[in-house]
């Protein structure tokens, strides 16, 4: 029997010929993350270990991002514990403030490929799964060990196929997909399972719509996210790092004769823009059933839907209107490159044109941390990933989950908005 792409990578890196679920294997990671919520815990592990030294600095990543520009002084605190740490360590990687948030920094950075395994201080470490790699979130203690001896255990998870068929709307993106698979299988459907997404849906989708699949994997309880690396993998590294195709990199797939948990498949070719509603990610309906809610706020971003495409959707519907004067509209690139990248696009001149608000890539919306914490009755509709009690601030606020298109459309009617109304 042949094994799938999860359990072929996890085997590279145990050293072994085969794994099988439900096996637990000692690896070695190819990179490790932290930021500054759990970098600064993590230290503190490290340092009460004993530990002197982190086994190798190239491969630790820290990017300051959650609390960041510092929110107040306990903030600033952490922010210098891990400025400290990685000066003392020499870590090669080190983001300060601004610099964006990791789960978009570290792909377009090229520090993640096709095959690797990556292990991550944060829950939406398996975004990096659109590359074809393996990659989770642990926790700080976790962490720590990982950092000073350079392996960790694992259990080898079950893997279940998800397939999308068919040719989906203009209006349609990762974001929808992957809310219409939550929505079937709810929040903990794929518990400790690897989420592989594959068909011709995803096969015609861009790198970006794949990144924010794989985000949103954990919402189900999964272990992973994953997508199969092919041509537009490739082509997609190679305008990252010129070096890239000289390098060798894993292009592992799924074998035919391999054991799948479950094949769950979905066509698309009608799949209206789809929207989580409070308070769960798996809450979720097709726009057209909500264009009575009336909304306060609007956030465009994150390291879900806070890349070039996601800004670019957003300006197509905002761009030569406004947006209404009682939402608050706020953009935020995913990281400095990709500001950069809408400055000279001419993006940033549309979402200021229509009275949004640019932001500085920071993770504080998202999560309630900053920049744009919501008061008590208010809704919001965010291109973010959780939409929990209290995630975005008040507990009696509300966070309604969407694609950039339709949040833009939201922003512009005060209402929540199928993109063809406006």
């Not at 790092?241 to 990199?249: C, E, F, H, L, W």
């Amino acid at each position: 029997m042949g094994m799938t792409i999860t359990e072929k990578i996890l085997a590279v890196h145990a050293g072994k010929e085969k794994v099988r679920p439900g096996e637990i294997v000692q690896v070695r990671p190819d990179l490790l993350m932290t930021n500054d919520i759990s970098g600064p815990i993590a230290v503190d592990v490290f340092k009460s270990m004993g530990a002197a030294r982190v086994f190798d600095p190239e491969k630790v990543v820290i990017v300051l991002d959650h609390f960041t520009p510092n929110k107040d002084v306990k903030a600033a605190k952490s922010s210098t514990k891990m400025r400290e740490f990685a000066r003392s360590q020499g870590i090669v990687h080190f983001y300060d403030a601004g610099f964006g948030i990791e789960h978009v920094v570290l792909p377009e950075l090229g520090l993640v490929r096709p095959g690797d395994l990556v292990i991550g201080g944060d829950s939406h470490t398996v975004t990096y799964g659109a590359l074809g790699a393996f990659a989770t979130g642990v926790g700080s203690t976790d962490l720590a060990g990982a950092m000073a001896l350079g392996e960790i255990w694992l259990k080898v998870p079950e893997t279940i196929r998800f397939e999308f068929t068919g040719k989906p709307s203009r209006w349609i993106g990762g974001k929808d997909l992957i809310l219409l698979a939550i929505g079937r299988i709810g929040v903990s459907g794929a518990l400790y399972c690897a989420m592989e997404f594959g068909g011709e849906a995803i096969a015609n989708l861009g790198m970006d719509g794949r990144f924010t699949m794989c985000n949103m994997a954990i919402e189900a309880g999964a272990k992973a996210g994953i997508v199969e690396p092919d041509e537009k993998t490739l082509a997609w590294l190679n305008g990252i790092r010129d070096d890239i195709s000289s390098q060798t990199i894993g292009l592992l797939h799924s074998d035919e004769d391999c054991a799948y948990k479950s094949v769950i498949r979905f066509d698309v070719s009608d799949l209206e823009p789809q929207v989580a509603v409070p308070h769960l990610p798996s809450n979720v309906r097709p726009v057209s059933e909500l264009k009575d809610v009336e909304i306060h706020q609007v956030v465009i971003g994150s390291c879900t839907n806070g890349r070039i495409s996601d800004l670019r959707a957003a300006a197509e519907i905002l761009r030569g209107r406004k947006v209404n004067k009682w939402v608050r509209t706020l953009i935020v690139p995913g990281s400095q490159r990709v500001y950069r990248q809408a400055l000279q696009e001419g993006l940033v001149d549309v979402f200021i044109d229509s009275g949004a608000i640019v932001a500085a890539p920071t993770c504080g919306p998202c999560f309630g941390g900053h920049t744009g914490v919501l008061d008590e009755g208010e809704r919001c509709v965010s291109t973010t990933n959780r939409n929990f009690l209290g995630r975005m601030g008040h507990e009696k606020s509300e966070v309604y989950l969407s694609g950039p298109y339709v949040a833009a459309a939201s922003a512009i009617a005060g209402r929540i908005a199928h993109p063809e109304e406006v």
